[in-house]
């Protein structure tokens, strides 16, 4: 066949010589003209530095302090530009390292790259990178390096602040989409650290500089036009008030159990303790490698998240909300009155009341003496109410209108992990029992025990709908954000669900509340001048000892804190649970205790139900 | 026929030469990239430099072999070998492993293959045979879309192992397809759309259709006489709706592409982005001005955070160790390199030798522009070696194979010529 095109040749030729000048004349343009890419002196060369970026800081509702930043460094060396005559047994003096360490360090070094900075030797202190910086013009190749490590001056609130960390590579791949992290970098590992990291973090800073063969700084490259500033982290306020998540955490000495305070006009967490607990100072730079392994294994589970993670029965502080349901169904008045013979009958079995008593006339009396056979009768008159046939529709309504205090589901409170408990749905009846159930087969609920879980957010979020009359807001850690010197309130959090129950009930059940304390079973744990109004509970525990529960709030009108409380194998509801609840909310009101309240301080904290040790 | 004279007489030195000599180039600089003081010696085998002077060494004993066969084992099992790099660019996409992103490598354990790097030579061949067929011509549509069919299985097959550097090379064809038939609108139309993609990542679509109404309505005011106004008008209309079309599906495109390649993409049209590694090439590149500041003296290409200093970016050490100098050098080389290979072509009767000649450089040039462009931030940041110099085993082999093949097909020319 007859070639053609032969003329054609020239267009791929010319492509060919287009861009061959492109480039030359680009070349030429950056590597004879622009001064933007050009170092003077032969020998000079430019170095990026990173620079970090301080990590927000967090204060409580009183604006103290509660977490801030401190400086480390870090010893950073260029394997390159390391002396041959290096004096490393004074090197090794100043940063309290062995030989060993360097030669292993310098090894590792040298695999990693020669000519760009590796991390010699992490997490140094101040003392020892004076001592360091003193030298410096004898240590060829080496340099220091700030980093910010966390501090928190309370010593307290390890699971609720959290803890930061390096970041490791999964998660760098996670992230990736909001932020490129490095490895070495720092990162929220729990509470709140990881839940705001991304308003915490900042940004990192890229400095270009020249130095000289020496490795001596001679300025910013390009007159800093490629430089970005790091950006400080934002900081928080948080609504805790760091008093009382202090005494929380005090009285939790050597218990295993959870203290959680919410304001239940806004849903603020005042405090939220776990015990055992830990000093967050614990985990911070170098030591977290040695300590969380130790705080992992430990049989007591110090990092368990008790407060959102915790499951427990309520029991019978379950009998508030139970009782606020049946009369809102109409299944009893106010003045439902039942005769307590001392026992429950079910079927062939019976359900024991916990000590003789005069007969309930009414909802109150109920609540006062936390009588298991009245709130039977008041459940299976909710799920009864229409036809007792047809109890499964009134299970239903039942089920959805106990759910709305904010049972079985996330709560959404800005901590990460939070369980969403259980209360059973018919399905499950009817799947476990193959549809062969009756209101005396799930009687037990009626008393909070069974297959109801809770965990001690739940019971608290439960008494705000009680302590405000009819509703509850998004439990929630961070009051707001300090951004460009104004103060963001965390509106994301400020979500309010309501919960349709006459006022009448609640103002019943309140002074039932109230009279569990002035006459019930927590009558021990009176707070001078203040109503306390709550419901004692005892979780029952095959185990061993029952968990203490208490929930209540004070005062009486116009509540300023609810409070959560469970000991684990602590006994009765009213033995250690009310008392601390009293304790905590009195300090709350009060500002400080009162002498009479410091016996009693005194003699639950150094009540051990258990022997919590970090090993060294 | 009288007595044939020895085959490396027959050979074209000039191309042979400069092959080696970029080989050679390509090792020191190596040499220079990933100097290792506790490694001094350029043959130790645990160091790239050592590493890449027994794949020079392996190449040339398969160059030597190559150019004492005839060259028919090349056009006679053609399609065998296209076939062959196919099968294994399918079984690559299933037992790869991720490396950069892109799933390209077969393990062998001494060696990871990269099929792809050898689908260029096999493509070359195969369009090579197909073209040089007798009844082939390209003006026919439907012979031109089997010659494309010849380049695009390989193309998305490479697309499919996230290798957007070697697929690009793909494109290149296109310059082949001219040269042997294919009408030149077809060139103008792929230009057209390449102005059109750069620009509606520099725009956004409003504005780019917007202009292009602009622009119809005051062609067709200034035609307004002309009887041939509604052609003008539905042409106009026509590719106003492409350009609609194409702008707003690669708006939709890159909101979906992910970070790192958005990044890439908007570096090179200037929208910021992660320019680190542009940066640093410049840096390195500015640091060499005129003269270069000497041999194993480079800092900045070394010190630098190039993820890639021996393979993707190694014109940098050329540019801070050799200068200007040197890589006007190394350029001038590139173009001697594929201005002979075409020459020689164009000289050679056998169509065969002739598009396989065409078809090379095609490749050369790609990997030539991509390279260099991105090195000298006017292309954006994709992974593709430098032929010949770059670090690593398939490519010097698919390249060596590549020339060699053409050196031993340009030495038969007497057979044809007599
Ligand atoms: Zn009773």
Redesign the pocket.
Known sequence: MQDIFPQRIKMIQGVIIFFSFLFLINLFYIQLIDNKYKIKAKDNAIKELIEYPSRGLIYDRNNKLIVHNTNQFEIMVTNAEVDANLDTSQLCKDLAITQDYFLESMKKARKASRYRPYVFLKYVDDSNYQRFQEHIFKYKGFFGQTRFVRDYPYANGALLFGDVGEIDSSQIKKYADTYTYLSGDYIGKNGIEVYYEDLLRGQRGIRTVVVDALNRVKGSYANGENDNDPIAGKNLQASIDINIQTLGEELLTNKRGSIIAIEPSTGEVLALCNGPTYDPNLLRGGNRNKYYPKLLLNKYKPLYNRAIQGLYPPGSTFKAPSALVALQMGAINPNFAYY?P?YYPIGKKSLK?SHR?APCRNIEEGLT?S????FCQVFRESIEVSNSKRFQKDYDRWYKNICRFGYRRKLGIDLKNEKRGNVPDTAYYNKIYKNQWRATTVISLGIGQGEILATPLQMANSYCVIANKGYYITPHVIKGIYANGKFEPNTAKKIKVNVPIDKLYFDRVTDGLEMVVQAGTARASKIEGIALCGKTGTAQNPHGEDHSIFVGFAPKVNPKIVIACIVENGGGGGGLAAPIVSLMAERYLKDSLPPASLNKYSSIKNRHLINFQIDE | MAKSPSIFNKLDWPLLMTFLILMVIGLITIYAAGYNPDHPKIYDISQTYGKQLIWIGICLVLGFIIINMNSKVFSVFAYAYYGIILLLLIVVLFIAKEVNGAKAWIDLGFFRLQPSEFAKFTTCLGLAYYISELETNLAYAKKLMMALGIIIIPFILILAQHDMGSALVFLSFAFLLNRFGMSDYIIFAGFFVIIISILSLLLSPVYLILSMVVLVIIIAFFNRKSKDLDKYIIVGVAITSFVAIYSISIDLVMDKLDKHQKDRINVLVGKGGNDWNVRQSKIALGAGQFSGKGFLKGTQSKMNFLPAKETDFIFCTIGEEWGFLGCGLVIGLYVFLMMRILYLSEKHSSKFSKVYGYAIVCVLMMHFIINIGMTVGLVPVIGIPLPALSYGGSSLLSFSVMIFAFIRMDSERWIYTS
Do not use: R
């Open positions: 307590c001392g009341c008593h003496q009588c298991n056979p009245y």
